[in-house]
């Protein structure tokens, strides 16, 4: 297990943007790296459903309905992991979880930090 911690959740208005952060702080270089990293989103009576990911040797990956939008990245130094989120949707709005699967498929989670966006 890896200990997350997620921040930048907040509320915005549609077509504007926000940041999330996800700081694995007791992580040493070589778990940080090696794990995959995911951010995914459950919106209200929906499943939790992947939006973005990043693999360890650095491929991205998008659901459709953010592609072009959100941005995956990560900070090795700062062993921390981002999305950026723009042109947002009120579709967009739900509890974002960040994850990280390592490669013998264990899974740990932040606490989820809450996006809602207005029309």
């Known amino acids: 297990q890896v200990y997350l911690v997620e921040s930048g959740g907040g509320l915005v208005q549609a077509g504007g943007s926000l940041r999330l952060s996800c700081a694995a702080p007791?992580?040493?270089?070589?778990?940080?790296?090696?794990?995959?990293k995911g951010w995914y989103r459950q919106a209200p009576g929906k499943e939790r459903e992947l939006v973005a990911s990043l693999n360890y040797d650095g491929n991205t990956n998008y659901s459709d309905s953010v592609k072009g939008r959100f941005t995956i990245s990560k900070d090795n130094r700062k062993r921390t992991v981002y999305l950026e989120m723009n042109s947002l949707k009120p579709e967009d709005t739900g509890v974002y979880y960040c994850n990280f699967r390592s490669q013998y498929g264990h899974d740990s989670w932040g606490q989820g930090t809450q996006v809602t966006v207005s029309s």
């Open positions: 007791r992580a040493i270089l070589s778990t940080f790296t090696s794990n995959t």
